[in-house]
DNA sequence: GCAGCGTTTTCACTGGATGGAAGGGTTCTC
DNA sequence: GAGAACCCTTCCATCCAGTGAAAACGCTGC
């Protein structure tokens, strides 16, 4: 098959990607900086030839998994968002979460996060950011490195030994002077963590921000997620702040408790119509 | 499994489904009320043969997509909630939202809800519960119909008129005795509500919640959300708190703007690692 | 009018996707 | 603790859905 040199001009496509993983490269061409792509956009950063771009592309838009716009570029449609919202370690968490955050957002004005360990990194399950409050870099859906924020250490100090040795093992990204980058320090660190019950991340990330983190665990005692508060670093008092942080996610930890074991997260909603989709139609 | 009957024996397969089809199938078999499902289960909803709907099944949770959790049924993945966070209509409209939204319920203490709609249903984007507000059946990622609720009542009165059509021509659900089922009144409170720039549901879904919704609009004036106040319906002032959601909705499309237009909608986090998926590594 | 894009359709070919069958595992029931 | 009832996984020959090149089409700006 290979032609020529290795790896020559652009081989158009690399033949035995199955059908699925390409519709999946087409969902991940997606980024938060370009939500919108043109279809030819959408066919590079696949990978994918234009005639099968366009040909998967219509099917995606059909079912609701993209849609387009007026220009005909084409986005995340709310379908997929709809289905995505099941995902018991997003949305399911969330909704547990929300009171507690609101609470903790409600007493404190200041950045409330939520955040889950994905592979090596942390995604952002929820924030709210009050507009005085300092700014941080979060997204909700967002990723980021493990070693630096509060929920990031509060996760990697939990994790399993092969993430920490991952984790650890590859150069730490220095965000500020004040991050910890020596392997040595930070296993001291994630050491205290599990320790004290809580974790604080001291302008790590940003000089003037100070994160607080508690660890949410599971049924089983795993710990699945991660709360903080993140506040102006200047007089801000850790050791006053964990309490209160602690407190949500003891709290996180029963919510969740009740809506994993007993099935129904509430009454069930009278059904409008009987969800019937358009495609599913005889 | 009613064997015996029509519709059973499993014709196996209808062939001349895509594969895409099929994947998307996969992904719509799962549900509120069940959000775990077995290989089994996910086969037959998806009108699928075991095996292949065991090697799609790998393929998503490869990519993420899908997870398994300790008892090897499957779920809804993290990753596929990443990538649809960047819906626009889902996320976008959220994150530009939720200030407004916050203010609204920290000032009343009561749901605050937010909706799109999609086809001829809302979908809720967001919503806040306080714990000690009047009950609602919402879900975030949850559809509901259009003619009862206030967000739904604003999309209606907003919606191309070939939508309208299609919900007035159909039965509207009876969900109490005071919800409006009968085209013509209902077609004079959507002009009505076109001309106060707001709707008032008043116990038309349950008898003890009355809603009252406003208008969020994008650049080009079209009607794309709406935001709502459900309330007690005892002793509830409709007028008195229209202002108050009309300037939360007010707030969100002149926020809105602001996003969709300038493209970055903040500055561009520090990518802690290249986000180079696993899977795409050379 | 023309050039430069991006989109859509056509067509013959081919290899990934397919389901039946069979093997192996686990969790209930009696 | 034997049996039943599911559920999961792998193998293999067949075949049709998916494929890219090429060309037609549509739009926008100059």
Redesign the pocket.
């Known amino acids: 098959m290979t032609a020529g040199t290795i790896a020559d001009a652009a081989p158009?496509?690399e033949?035995?990607r199955?059908?699925?993983a390409?519709v999946l490269a087409m969902l991940a061409a997606f980024t938060a900086e370009e939500p919108e792509l043109?279809?030819?956009q959408l066919a590079r950063r696949a990978r994918?030839?234009?005639?099968?771009a366009?040909?998967?592309a219509a099917e995606l838009v059909e079912w609701g998994a993209l849609e387009r716009d007026a220009r005909?570029?084409y986005r995340i449609g709310l379908r997929l968002w709809e289905v995505a919202s099941l995902a018991p370690r997003g949305v399911g968490l969330r909704d547990a979460a929300m009171p507690f955050l609101e609470d903790l957002y409600e007493v404190t004005h200041e950045n409330v996060q939520l955040a889950v360990r994905e592979g090596a990194e942390i995604v952002y399950v929820e924030r709210i950011a009050g507009l005085h409050a300092v700014p941080v870099w979060t997204r909700v859906g967002g990723r980021f490195a493990m070693h630096a924020t509060g929920v990031g250490l509060v996760l990697l100090a939990h994790a399993p030994a092969s993430v920490q040795q991952e984790v650890l093992g590859l150069p730490l990204r220095r965000f500020t002077d004040r991050t910890v980058t020596d392997p040595k320090a930070l296993r001291r660190i994630l050491a205290d963590i599990r320790r004290l019950g809580y974790a604080v991340s001291d302008g790590q990330v940003t000089l003037d921000a100070l994160s607080v983190a508690a660890p949410i665990f599971d049924p089983d005692g795993e710990v699945v997620a991660a709360v903080s508060l993140v506040v102006r670093a200047d007089g801000a008092q850790p050791a006053a702040l964990a309490p209160l942080v602690q407190t949500a996610a003891r709290g996180i930890t029963r919510a969740s408790r009740v809506t994993a074991a007993g099935r129904p997260v509430m009454r069930s909603p009278p059904r409008p119509v009987p969800a019937q989709r358009p495609g599913s139609a005889r």
Chains 1, 2 share one sequence.
């Open positions: 158009t496509v033949p035995g199955s059908v699925t390409k043109t279809l030819s994918l030839s234009l005639p099968t366009h040909r998967r005909g570029r």
